[in-house]
């Protein structure tokens, strides 16, 4: 089977000028990210940066006795490796993909040849992870002091606002490593969730049945770091040139995983 998808379902490719995205496009490769993929592993190099399109990727930070919580959440928002051009040459987190779809990846080589001209692109990508080290704060914020349910409830909209449809596929137990939790708190929390049909769980599916509950039960974390992206970037947005909608869809085979 073959699938068509543009790079400009990705935010930050659709908003940089029709110039920069020509010079990347024909190194830009589509690839299928599955459930649970992993990009990077912590401290290992960076060959390459991910710019997903339909796919949500979760970024871990793995303490040495192998537990984990997660530090943000990157979809077609955003990119993925912006160690690469802050300075570094590997990363401190782990990448792993929480709902599978597709991205495009990029070698390391283009990027920093891109970045390094101190165009549009740069000041993107700048704002981009100011943006993410604001979902950062307030993750680590949200995880001192809101409750379970609400933790849950930003990470389940979060999530939500980065893919095209309401159900997620998650169980219970991939949840709990996200939020670095135990699997029963987060049995009590969807269950109570599930009691005022906010949301179903089902087989590891997350159908979310009320939005505007959802809204209503989660913190003010959520609003601050969605106001903040589109504080950011929607500016940049509105100024991509109309002609980039002419760019060609990729065509690619199903069963391109990323490697």
């Excluded at 908003?15 to 993929?37: C, D, Y």
């Excluded at 570094?88 to 390391?108: M, N, P, W």
């Excluded at 087989?203 to 009320?210: A, E, Q």
Aim: with cysteine; glycine share 6%.
């Amino acid at each position: 089977m073959n699938i068509l998808n543009s790079p400009l379902k990705n935010h930050l490719l659709a908003a940089i000028p029709a110039t920069s995205l020509e010079r990347l496009i024909a190194h830009l490769e589509l690839v299928e990210m599955p459930l649970g993929q992993t990009l990077y592993e912590a401290d290992s190099a960076i060959e390459h940066v991910f710019f997903p399109t339909t796919s949500v990727v979760s970024l871990l930070y793995v303490l040495e006795n192998g537990t984990s919580a997660e530090i943000a959440i990157v979809g077609n928002e955003g990119i993925i490796g912006i160690s690469l051009f802050m300075g570094g040459e590997s990363t401190s987190s782990q990448a792993i993909v929480q709902s599978a779809g597709f991205g495009y990846r990029l070698k390391a080589e283009f990027l920093k040849d891109e970045f390094s001209r101190a165009g549009p692109f740069l000041r993107l990508l700048l704002r981009y992870t100011q943006a993410l080290i604001t979902q950062m704060t307030q993750t680590a914020v949200c995880n001192r002091h809101h409750s379970l349910e609400q933790q849950f409830c930003r990470w389940l909209l979060l999530s939500l606002d980065r893919i095209p449809v309401d159900d997620i596929d998650m169980t219970q137990g991939l949840v709990a490593n996200m939020l670095g939790v135990r699997k029963d708190k987060v049995s009590t929390a969807t269950g109570e969730l599930e009691r005022l049909n906010i949301i179903h769980y089902r087989n590891g599916r997350i159908s979310v049945l009320n939005r505007a509950e959802l809204e209503n039960h989660v913190c003010e974390c959520y609003g601050v770091v969605k106001n903040e992206y589109q504080r950011l970037l929607s500016e940049i947005s509105e100024n991509a040139a109309i002609e980039k909608n002419t760019v060609p869809a990729i065509e690619i085979n199903a069963n391109n995983h990323v490697h």
